[in-house]
């Protein structure tokens, strides 16, 4: 009797695994037309935020401002992130260090 209780169990276990596995594609799309459609999204919110951003600049000389504020701000956070990732990164460690040791060694005739 205990026995085809853990398997009962077991079962019942089982498919709530495979129930909760099956989150991944539903839309039955492909990889490449989910990525069209994704950047097709993305296109249109940029342009949605480019006319935004354009009205504000018209408006007043203060939304010009504000605009030109924004722009001045994101362009010194991506300079500051090209910073971090170029001096963080672990690629540029390993090829400082092996071409510091390959000057410091010398060379066996």
Same mark, same amino acid.
């Given at each position: ?33 989910? #990525?069209?459609?994704? +950047?097709?999204?993305?296109?249109? !919110?940029? /342009? &949605?935020?480019? =006319?935004?951003? %354009?009205? $504000? *600049? ?5 939304? #010009?401002?504000?605009? +030109?504020?924004?722009?001045?701000? !994101?362009? /010194? &956070?991506?300079? =500051?992130?090209? %910073?971090? $990732? *170029? ?17 410091? /060694?010398?060379?066996?005739?």
């Amino acid at each position: 009797m205990a026995r085809g209780l853990s398997r009962e169990q077991s079962q019942q276990k089982n498919i709530k695994k495979t129930q909760a596995g099956n989150k991944g594609n539903q839309e039955g799309l492909s990889a490449t037309q989910r #990525a069209e459609r994704d +950047a097709k999204i993305l296109q249109e !919110k940029a /342009a &949605a935020k480019a =006319a935004q951003r %354009e009205a $504000l *600049a018209k408006q007043s000389p203060d939304g #010009a401002a504000a605009v +030109a504020e924004e722009e001045k701000r !994101k362009q /010194a &956070a991506r300079q =500051a992130k090209k %910073e971090r $990732l *170029a001096n963080s990164t672990q690629g540029v460690r390993e090829t400082d260090s092996t071409d510091q040791t390959k000057q410091a /060694a010398p060379s066996k005739p």
